[in-house]
């Protein structure tokens, strides 16, 4: 019998390259199981053009509900966190503001961690992101973000602290932890803390800080 033929390597999809025809894509989306038991997408927010962009696991209840990422407690956090570096998503100045979004735009039911397949479905729209923001640096929140971003099973622990590069721009990437960790384990706000100084540094100072 002749070996089954192997399958072609499925290609990327294809995503809009624009801001609405994404938004549009990404609303109607069926391209994972997530599709099946979402309320909203949920897109991301912000500045379009926002030097940072903050990348977070996936929507939870309150988002799904709403449609907009981190709006239940762990995004109040998230909002403290970012005014204590001077911003926040309703800013539109370079110095102030932030786009928000996640490695899925849909929830995963019962707040499960999106699975591997679900992050890859939802790649090209973050990717898209990624690149019609252009960002001076992004910062995945939290373990799952992290991994998926950088492709890894390594602990949150060891992934913190140096400075990596995303996808073809090489974007710089950091990791901190996800507030709704911080708000379980009010001991690593002091981490968080210094990891959001680190952020500022990186945002103010012209010359890229070494990893
Ligand atoms: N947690 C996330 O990772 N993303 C959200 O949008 C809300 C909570
Ligand atoms: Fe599409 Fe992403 Fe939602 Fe999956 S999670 S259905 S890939 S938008």
């Known amino acids: 019998m002749p070996a ?35 309320t909203h997408t949920v897109f991301g927010v912000g500045d379009e053009q926002a030097p940072l962009m903050i990348v977070g696991e996936g ?28 911003r926040s998503r309703q800013q539109h100045d370079a ?9 899925v735009k849909c929830r995963p039911p019962g707040n499960r961690d999106p699975e591997a397949d ?3 479905a939802c790649r090209p ?25 950088l492709d890894t099973d390594a602990p949150l622990s060891r992934l913190r602290g140096p400075l ?3 996808g073809a721009a090489r974007t710089p990437l950091l990791i901190t932890y996800h507030p709704a960790y911080l708000l379980r384990s009010p001991r690593e706000k002091a981490k968080s803390w210094d990891d959001l100084k680190k952020i500022h540094q990186f945002l103010t100072q012209p010359a890229p800080i070494s990893s």
């Open 95 to 103: 110095a102030s503001a932030v786009f928000i979004a996640n490695v």
């Open 125 to 149: 729209y973050l990717d898209r992101q990624i690149e019609l923001v252009r960002p001076k640096l992004i910062v995945a929140l939290g373990r799952v973000a992290a991994q998926r971003l």
């Open 118 to 120: 679900e992050v890859e």
């Open 164 to 166: 990596y590069h995303y």
């Open 4 to 38: 089954a033929p192997v399958p072609a390597p499925a290609a990327p999809r294809e995503v809009p390259g624009d801001w609405n025809g994404l938004r549009a894509a990404v609303a109607g989306c069926e391209a994972c199981k997530l599709c099946r038991t979402r």
């Open 59 to 86: 929507p939870g209840a309150d988002e799904d509900a709403r449609g907009e990422p981190f709006v239940g407690r762990a995004g109040q956090l998230l909002d403290e966190m970012l005014k204590s570096i001077g």
